[in-house]
């Protein structure tokens, strides 16, 4: 029934997704999508599990979001968008048990009812200096037109902090791409965020010919990983900076970007945990030690280059301190990833794409030892710890079936989930469906 449920909701937006518009003269744009992910596991060998373990039992998941994104052009460089969206779905395990989650679709407030929202409303507004003209494509959010190749662009409102930084070509929307947390994005990205995957904020980009420099504080989440933000920006915020350059490589365009990243929020440090554990002769509980603000930093490399008409590589790595709690997103003190994408032209389907990659995700020495004493972070805690990496490989294989809407097959193979060498290896398979008008 629950799939008859999620099929009725997909099949009823489409009519309205094909009576959208896209108006030559760029004045305003109506755009939308649907994205549904299947994803299921079979049961999997692990020695025991804790409260915050992935279930080693055989598993299924769905998800399930739909996003109009409307823009409007006010005035002269001015440009204001509002993305209403609706989501439902229930996660693997609840939401529990990886540091690198198999599906950046979903999140932990999910539910299996329907659920509407706001997902952004922001204004940009752009100022050019010369320096020759570019041409814009239309797509979500960014409307058709010309710009000054050297320009300053704000963009201020409700957002994604991912949707101005650690962008990629080949690897960025688990809509279309990759679907596990640590490739769509750097792993160690703790990016402020309420539990959705938005926020408010301001950001500052310049372009002057093949660089971009970009700065912007958000809000955090008043609570790790809750709904909720604190407006209280300048003492609670999360701050990013990025450096982006364009390249040709023997001919072929990439890109090379370094993010850095500070956070300021009341977190706890698991050497504080620790600590009040010896004190105490009890298993360390970080919810015992949220008492003051703490900064978190970190940084990150990301790499895009085109190698043959239609295939691109990419890669990234990335660190956080690892001193204090994961707050926003995943439960990765550091990561290195890359991969491949393909695109279909060569075996005459222009319309697909392929992509392969493998990640490594690693926690810092005081998160190793809280976990292994037993500790339970948000994401994970399996009561004690046999510590490995974890590894990630993800491949896909897209196929355009009609205009705007594609279905995609995706395998994920992770060795020692939640960086414990006592469970696993597991394997999730995918099926999703994507339609954009």
Not at 269 to 297: F, G, H, M
């Amino acid at each position: 029934m629950r799939g008859l449920k999620e099929a009725a909701l997909l099949a009823a937006l489409l009519p309205c997704v094909a009576l959208a518009q896209s108006p030559d003269d760029a004045g305003g744009d109506a755009r939308f999508q649907a994205t549904y992910v299947r994803q299921q596991k079979p049961s999997f060998p692990a020695a025991y599990s804790g409260e915050r373990s992935l279930s080693a039992s055989r598993e299924k998941s769905y998800s399930f979001t739909a996003t109009a994104f409307l823009g409007m052009r006010p005035w002269t460089g001015g440009e204001l968008y509002f993305n209403p969206e609706v989501a439902l779905g229930v996660p693997l395990s609840d939401l529990a048990g990886l540091g690198g989650f198999t599906n950046g679709e979903i999140a932990r407030v999910s539910g299996r009812d329907p659920t509407f929202y706001r997902a952004r409303m922001f204004l940009r507004q752009t100022w050019g200096f010369g320096g020759g003209r570019e041409s814009l494509e239309p797509e979500a959010n960014q409307l058709a037109g010309e710009v000054d190749k050297r320009r300053l662009v704000l963009t201020a409102g409700n957002l994604s902090v991912l949707d101005l930084f650690d962008d990629n070509t080949y690897n960025h929307d688990p809509r279309t791409q990759f679907l596990n947390w640590s490739l769509y994005t750097h792993g160690a990205y703790d990016f402020a965020a309420d539990a959705r995957g938005y926020t408010w904020g301001a950001a500052l980009e310049y372009f002057y010919d093949g660089w971009a420099i970009r700065a912007g504080r958000f809000l955090q989440p008043k609570e790790p990983n809750q709904l909720a933000l604190d407006s209280r920006i300048f003492k609670h915020y999360g701050d990013q900076a990025e450096i982006e350059h364009g390249h040709s490589l023997a001919g072929r365009p990439g890109k090379i970007r370094f993010l850095v990243f500070r956070n300021v929020a009341k977190m706890s440090r698991y050497s504080d945990a620790l600590n009040l554990a010896d004190q105490n002769a009890t298993i360390p509980d970080i919810n015992a030690v949220r008492s003051n603000e703490q900064v978190k930093r970190g940084f990150g490399i990301n790499v895009e280059q085109e190698i043959a008409p239609d295939t691109g590589l990419f890669a990234r790595a990335s660190w956080a301190d690892g001193r204090t709690e994961t707050y926003a997103f995943a439960e990765i003190d550091r990561s290195v990833s890359g991969g491949i994408q393909v695109k279909g032209r060569a075996w005459g389907r222009s319309g697909d794409a392929f992509g392969f990659a493998l990640a490594r995700n690693v926690l810092s020495r005081e998160h190793r030892e809280y976990l292994a004493r037993g500790g339970l972070g948000f994401f994970i805690g399996d009561g004690r710890l046999n510590y490995r990496p974890e590894a990630i490989l993800e491949t896909y294989y897209s196929a355009e079936v009609a205009r705007g809407f594609a279905v995609s097959l995706d395998f994920q193979r992770i060795a020692n989930p939640a960086y414990n060498a006592d469970r696993g290896p597991v394997n999730v398979a995918t099926v999703r469906l994507h339609a954009e008008f």
